[in-house]
């Protein structure tokens, strides 16, 4: 099977969240045994970092071209080519990109994200795939116009995050009327807007999303967030897959970056010493007999951290040292910097994106919290379990879906708690303290975690029944 991915960000070269861990370890393993490539843009520093093959491919199609702004920024574009990891990774090189080095946020990524969609439509077709699989509403159009044209036959759409759909008012993208698109632009009007993610919601022969539990989340709004309606019409095509890691690159027995390599046997020494180092890393002096809970996140309204700076201040004498990593809205990288300064004893922030160093808090963690609003998958509880760090989360989308907190100590992956509920986070922390001084339970539920199996077989396989389902018959 010929699968053509088209996406934002992908591992290791655009990543901002988990939609870049996810789509390269996802693609990874079905190179296994399919034909996968994957169309990402290029950005400004990424050039002198990649050899490319050699090969390279047009980005419009001679008869839709007018001469629009669009159509002369796809004459000038074309895609490069590199393999790695048995993926074939095509590279937007355009002037529209070119001038950025972060991927979201630019004031023209309307008109930039719908021209790479139109390129990516345009490449499926040139690579003669069976399946377009589009990724989040940064990729939305390159489905929908794979839909109106009828090539690829085969059209696959994941929702990372409904939060984010690309809607606008209309004047925004009038481009969209013209050449290379001729979209009429009422077919993507959602509550008077155009809606780019509504456009694959429509055409795309089957819609997934990354845990059944946000699947049914989103079905009723709020979570629906003003799409439930259309998500409910299209109900019969849309399935929640839970998101898989990558077992090699997410191995505390191999990974190069933190201290000491360890696993399920090894995990309390191997643990001990990388919180050890980690502290005297970072200059920090704290009892080493005191539980660890690592925080790595981007710091946006969907994380909950108001609910944990609540719940933090509410039980200040729980003996938890707090390491975060993030960065993202000031107002909370204020209260984060605020009390790390204020309670030097409690808790400690590391501004920034940094791979490593959420690499070595997921080593050195007893324990790590997430405690989001909402969350379609979330992939640090997975990165957690196989590193041995206990989640404590929230009941939301893909956590409930991942972590369990049974009755029964052998079942037990984790801690459960309320969404936006600090009382209910304070509890939570509670049983996980006392967890922690009781070392037999505690020692078990590191050996629970630390035995489950987060790789990509078993979703991969619910994808192939799917993609199935979508060639209806072809294959
Ligand atoms: P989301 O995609 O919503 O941010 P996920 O849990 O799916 O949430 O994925 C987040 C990914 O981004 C994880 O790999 C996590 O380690 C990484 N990440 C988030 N913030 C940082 C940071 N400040 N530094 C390093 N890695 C980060
Ligand atoms: C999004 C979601 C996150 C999910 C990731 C990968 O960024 O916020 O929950 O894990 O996509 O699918």
Redesign the pocket.
């Known amino acids: 099977m010929k699968i053509f991915h088209s996406t934002a960000e992908y591992f290791p070269f655009i990543k901002v969240?988990?939609?870049s861990?996810m789509l390269s370890s996802f693609s990874r393993f079905q190179a296994k045994e399919n034909e996968v490539s994957v169309a990402l843009p290029l950005l400004s520093h990424m050039e002198d970092r990649i050899s490319f093959s050699g090969k390279e491919f047009k980005c419009i199609r001679q008869s839709d071209n007018y001469g629009s702004d669009a159509s002369m920024i796809l004459s000038k574009s074309r895609f490069l080519h590199t393999r790695l990891h048995g993926v074939d990774i095509y590279f937007f090189q355009s002037p529209i990109f070119q001038k950025y080095s972060s991927i979201y946020g630019n004031s023209d990524e309307l008109f930039s994200f719908a021209i790479f969609s139109y390129a990516c439509h345009h490449l499926s077709i040139l690579l003669k795939a069976d399946i377009i699989h589009a990724h989040d509403w940064h990729t939305s159009l390159s489905i929908y116009l794979s839909a109106k044209s009828g090539n690829p036959k085969s059209k696959v759409f994941t929702i990372h995050?409904l939060a984010y759909q690309g809607d606008h008012p209309y004047w925004m993208t009038q481009f969209l009327r013209l050449d290379p698109f001729y979209i009429r632009m009422e077919s993507l009007d959602n509550l008077g807007k155009v809606n780019y993610m509504k456009g694959a919601i429509l055409s795309a022969d089957e819609i997934t999303t990354v845990s059944p539990g946000y699947r049914e989340e989103v079905l009723s709004e709020p979570a629906g967030c003003h799409l439930a309606w259309l998500l409910n019409d299209r109900k019969d095509s849309f399935t929640g897959i839970m998101n898989g890691i990558d077992e090699h690159e997410w191995n505390p027995e191999v990974d190069s970056k933190i201290f000491l390599n360890y696993n399920k046997d090894t995990a309390e020494q191997g643990k001990y010493e990388n919180k050890l180092r980690l502290y005297h890393e970072q200059g920090l002096h704290v009892d080493m007999e005191r539980p660890m809970v690592g925080i790595?996140?981007?710091l946006t309204y969907?994380k909950g951290f108001e609910t944990f700076l609540d719940a933090f201040v509410n039980r200040i004498h729980l003996p938890f040292y707090y390491f975060v990593?993030?960065?993202g809205d000031e107002n909370l990288e204020e209260a984060f910097f605020y009390h790390s300064h204020h309670n030097q004893q409690k808790l400690y922030f590391f501004k920034?994106?940094?791979?490593t160093l959420?690499r070595k808090i997921e080593a050195a963690s007893d324990f790590f919290l997430m405690p989001s609003l909402f969350e379609p998958?979330?992939?640090?509880q997975l990165y957690s379990h196989a590193y041995g760090s206990i989640p404590i989360v929230s009941r939301v989308g893909g956590l409930k879906d991942s972590v369990h907190e049974s009755d029964l100590i052998e079942y037990k992956t984790g801690f459960v708690f309320e969404p936006n509920d600090s009382s209910s986070l304070g509890y939570a922390l509670e049983r996980a303290s006392s967890t922690y001084y009781n070392k037999n339970e505690f020692n078990q539920i590191r050996k629970n975690i630390m035995s489950l199996d987060w790789g990509w077989k078993k979703s991969t396989e619910k994808y192939h029944e799917l993609y199935a389902r979508s060639m209806k018959g072809i294959i």
């Open positions: 969240g988990g939609l861990d995050n790595v996140s981007r969907q990593l993030g960065t920034g994106f940094n791979e959420a998958c979330g992939l640090n």
